[in-house]
């Protein structure tokens, strides 16, 4: 099972897309709210939850991915579930994915240290002890995939389905969507 975790002001490309092509590939993928089970994005687009973050079995995960939006990513830090989970999720080696503002979470838990990411533009800083690739869109390194921001979402995507699935299932939603 793979975790997207939404929080009030979510990037809702950033969340939704990659939900879509992991699901087009066949690999199960849940939208887990923090708490209520309807979720507002940043862009006024409410979600329903597949579940919600108490329901969280870390033996049966697969991969945990943070999606931007500043005003969301904001909550993922502030609630206490979040840092738990994440850093739980790193000591199981279960592989973390984030995007766009997303990231800032991973360098501020010291989870990037000597680790090449990307982040949103102007936010590298908060990349703590990360080497960052600048103008990358997607940076993968060991169990960590983050990404640049919502006009990243499809390749964010397939190199979330590459990870997990291989590069032929890669190449089968991609051809499917036609990118």
Do not use: W
């Amino acid at each position: 099972m793979v975790h997207i975790l939404l929080a009030p002001g979510f990037e809702e490309a950033e969340a939704l897309v990659p939900a879509d092509l992991l699901r087009r590939a066949g690999i199960e993928t849940a939208l887990t709210a923090l708490e209520e089970k309807q979720v507002t994005g940043s862009h006024g687009i409410t979600v329903l939850a597949d579940r919600d973050v108490t329901q969280v079995d870390l033996t049966h995960t697969e991969m945990i991915i943070l999606p931007g939006g500043t005003r969301g990513v904001n909550y993922l830090k502030a609630h206490p579930a979040v840092s738990s989970l994440v850093q739980e999720a790193a000591d199981r080696d279960i592989p973390l994915a984030a995007i766009c503002a997303a990231p800032t979470l991973l360098g501020s838990m010291g989870l990037l240290k000597g680790k090449k990411a990307v982040c949103y533009p102007g936010m590298e800083d908060q990349l703590v002890g990360a080497q960052v690739e600048l103008g990358a869109k997607v940076v993968r390194d060991g169990l960590v995939v983050t990404a640049q921001a919502a006009g990243s979402s499809i390749q964010f995507g397939l190199a979330l389905v590459e990870y997990l699935a291989g590069p032929e299932k890669a190449a089968e939603v991609r051809h499917a969507i036609h990118d």
